[in-house]
């Protein structure tokens, strides 16, 4: 007898974890790599957008080392039409790996962004700049970083930084109307109390979630602090999946399972701003079609 109450309470666990709520509307993809690696990898075209398509992901910010792979996203209109995908290319500083560590003093990196400006993209032209990495916020100061955060504001470009929290308020300084998109919300993880004062002084900063600390405990729902600061400032995140080696796209379903997870634990107008309407507002996109 104990046996089978024992088999009935297993098999209650295993249908309440198969039930969990689950987000099931649109994905803006906010950070997205389309890398040399990738493309010219295991994962050519038709993959990555069955990946999409598969997701639910509606939109995606695209970038990509060098900018070959981004564009190779926004030449594929007819491949990404059909699968249902809005291209949203943006340019990134690194033209190789070297370019990691040191395009913030490279004035040669302004001259290649200026260049991809110029000639744009079969999807239109790009509506942002990076991702990029500082490891050192002090580099935010200088001129590198200065030209191009100038050059973001004046030709109204997102920015997507892999920064420090520091950094943020330096980048800011430079430019303190530009739409800067805040990679990974701090992946170093500063505390949901700094995040939200940097989200209370600059009104276009906002938070991109994907590897962010703290973000989700056991089961994979939110934390009490971050569910509080997602519901409060609930315009000013976005998903991403930040496939930038290719063990994340072929975990990618998975990463926008995980990202539906969470996001059920937040009220249903949140979780669709979080999901979809904050990118697709950013960047002037229609309502996604059924």
Not at 31 to 47: F, I, K, T, V
Request: overall charge positive; cysteine-free; charged content about 20%.
């Amino acid at each position: 007898m104990r046996g089978l109450i024992a088999l009935a309470a297993t098999l209650l666990l295993a249908g309440a974890a198969v039930a969990q709520p689950s987000y099931s509307g649109p994905i803006f993809d906010a950070h997205l790599h389309y890398n040399d690696e990738a493309y010219s990898g295991p994962h050519p075209l038709a993959d990555v957008l069955g990946r999409m398509q598969r997701s639910g992901v509606r939109a995606i910010v695209a970038n990509s080392r060098p900018n070959d792979g981004t564009k190779s996203l926004a030449n594929a209109r007819e491949q990404t039409q059909a699968a249902g995908v809005t291209v949203v290319p943006f340019v990134r500083l690194y033209r190789n790996r070297a370019d990691y560590g040191g395009w913030f003093a490279d004035p040669t990196i302004v001259e290649m962004v200026q260049r991809e400006l110029a000639a744009g993209t079969a999807a239109g032209p790009y509506r942002g700049l990076g991702e990029f990495h500082l490891y050192d916020s002090a580099n935010a100061n200088g001129p590198v970083a200065r030209q191009l955060m100038q050059l973001a504001q004046e030709r109204e470009l997102a920015v997507l930084a892999h920064v420090d929290d520091t950094a943020i308020d330096l980048l800011m300084a430079h430019a303190p109307n530009t739409r800067l998109i805040w990679a990974h919300t701090g992946i170093g993880g500063p505390p949901v109390a700094r995040v939200r004062a940097l989200l209370v002084k600059y009104p276009k900063l906002m938070g991109e979630l994907s590897y962010r600390p703290g973000l989700t405990g056991a089961g994979g729902g939110l934390s009490a602090e971050w569910k509080a600061l997602l519901t409060e400032f609930s315009d000013r995140f976005l998903v991403g999946s930040d496939t930038w080696v290719n063990g994340r796209w072929s975990s990618y379903e998975s990463l926008m399972t995980e990202a539906r997870r969470w996001l059920a634990d937040l009220p249903p107008a949140a979780a669709q701003r979080i999901a979809w309407e904050n990118g697709a507002r950013l960047f002037g996109l229609p309502a996604p079609r059924r």
